[in-house]
């Protein structure tokens, strides 16, 4: 059974960077892509950016280029997000979500979520 | 790259039909076969419903179909029931080979 868990609830002030993983288990493929996806309170969704977990290779919405950093650790299977320059405006649940092999955001399993709440 | 436009609500009675519309432009669902669809319940993570246009994952009700003419890409679900009361998105890959959501609908069961 697949399982992919985020890290813990993040409290950052205007001006710092976040961090979040995301490790995902059960499963024997090493070449799939991960999504980053987010959340505002009461808003929809936003596609951030994406990572090959076999290459390295990303991709990010041109609104966060320069800002939005994805990275993975083969060894650990682990993905992460770092998000820097932050303000109130990026208060949100931050989703990580594993592509299936049909890639194209055709995703199989996501991620509990991540709180990340910026505030002075 | 702007959301896909959506209507932000919908409603309709058990066993009544609605359609979701998701417009965009030629440089995302016009041009791809690569739209999706996803029903997400309050404090969920999102849920794929529908793939590549008109596919169902494994496991997804039959009563839950896609289509697609030009720009415009549409969610019909059919015999509506209580537990399809949710938020739905659409999602298409773009000339950027970048993705963009819809601005999401909100489905009421009457």
């Known amino acids: 059974q697949v399982q992919v868990v985020q890290s813990g609830a993040e409290v950052k002030k205007p001006g710092a960077s976040v961090m979040v993983s995301c490790q995902a288990s059960g499963h024997t493929a090493t070449n799939y892509y991960f999504h980053w996806v987010r959340q505002a309170p009461g808003q929809g969704l936003e596609w951030m950016g994406l990572i090959n977990t076999y290459s390295g290779g990303q991709k990010s919405a041109q609104r966060f280029q320069g800002r939005l950093t994805v990275t993975r650790d083969t060894s650990t299977s682990t993905v992460y997000m770092e998000l820097s320059s932050l303000t109130s405006e990026d208060t949100a649940v931050y989703y990580c979500?594993?592509?299936?092999?049909?890639?194209?955001?055709?995703?199989?399993?996501w991620g509990q979520g991540t709180v990340v709440t910026v505030s002075s | 790259q702007s959301a896909l436009t959506q209507p932000a609500s919908m409603s309709g009675s058990p066993g009544q039909s609605i359609t979701i519309s998701c417009t965009g432009t030629s440089s995302d669902v016009g041009g791809y076969n690569h739209v999706s669809w996803y029903q997400q319940h309050p404090g969920k993570a999102p849920k794929l419903m529908i793939y590549e246009v008109s596919d169902r994952p494994s496991g997804v009700s039959n009563r839950f179909s896609g289509s697609k003419s030009g720009d415009t890409a549409s969610l019909t679900i059919s015999g509506l029931q209580a537990e399809d009361e949710a938020d739905y998105y659409c999602s298409s890959y773009t000339s950027s080979a970048t993705y963009v959501f819809g601005s999401g609908t909100k489905v009421t069961v009457l």
């Open positions: 979500a594993k592509d299936s092999p049909r890639g194209y955001l055709t995703t199989d399993y």
